[in-house]
């Protein structure tokens, strides 16, 4: 039931297409999932992503990476660009940055990954290099895991993973859509889950209450 709960607010950063932020609309314009998207932040100028973020009338910045020395001092521009808008839950969406923060986001952060961590992730392991990598290696199931972000890549605690055969005849391009697809379903019930305060972190653990 969606509409007993508080929409969570949620702040989205971004890298690129934004068909992850694009999903997060479309479920909540369904009434689906309590949440609202309250600003948009993209690492890299001109890509698609700010686009459908303004198409939304959602209010969308460019903090480039690459105007900063360091990860550190690109997050810190971003969490004060954000502070005006109050969000709940920052979620990273196709974000290609590094995100670090203070005590304070703990378990306010999320991301999701295109494969079952902690195998096939960390830093270049991104897009299309997972699926290539699924294959090369002969394993016979992949998937998507939603986690907690903890500032090292695709290394915090585990809120949902879900898995999918890899068959003979699969290509990065055949994996990648079945991933999507269920990325599409996995992410938004990870969000519902914090909107409705069920999730609780225990060391590397992550306890749904029902
Ligand atoms: C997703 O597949 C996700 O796993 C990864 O980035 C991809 C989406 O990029 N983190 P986008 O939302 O289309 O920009």
């Known amino acids: 039931m969606t509409e007993t709960i508080k929409p969570v607010r949620l702040a989205v950063l971004l890298s690129g297409s934004g068909s992850t932020l694009q999903n997060l609309l479309d479920r909540i314009g369904a009434g689906r999932l309590s949440a609202q998207v309250v600003a948009v932040i993209s ?33 810190r521009a971003v969490l004060a660009a954000l502070a005006p808008y109050q969000p709940d839950l920052i979620v990273l969406a196709g974000y290609m940055s590094l995100f670090v923060f203070g005590p304070e986001w703990t378990g306010k952060v999320m991301n999701i990954h295109p494969a079952l961590i902690p195998a096939f992730c960390g830093q270049g392991f991104y897009g299309h290099h997972v699926h290539e ?30 898995t999918l055969p890899v068959t003979d005849d699969d290509t990065p391009d055949t994996l990648a859509e079945r991933v999507q697809a269920l990325e599409r379903e996995l992410y938004p019930r990870a969000i519902q889950l914090f909107a409705e305060g069920r999730l609780r972190i225990e060391g590397r653990r992550v306890r749904t209450l029902s």
Do not use: M, W
């Open 133 to 162: 990598a699924v294959l090369a290696s002969g394993v016979k199931v992949t998937g998507a895991t939603v986690h907690f972000v903890d500032g090292q890549y695709d290394h915090g605690p585990i809120i949902l993973q879900e």
């Open 43 to 75: 690492s890299r100028a001109g890509v698609r992503g700010v686009a459908r973020a303004e198409a939304a009338g959602i209010p969308a910045q460019v903090i480039a990476r690459k105007a900063y020395a360091s990860s550190e001092e690109h997050s």
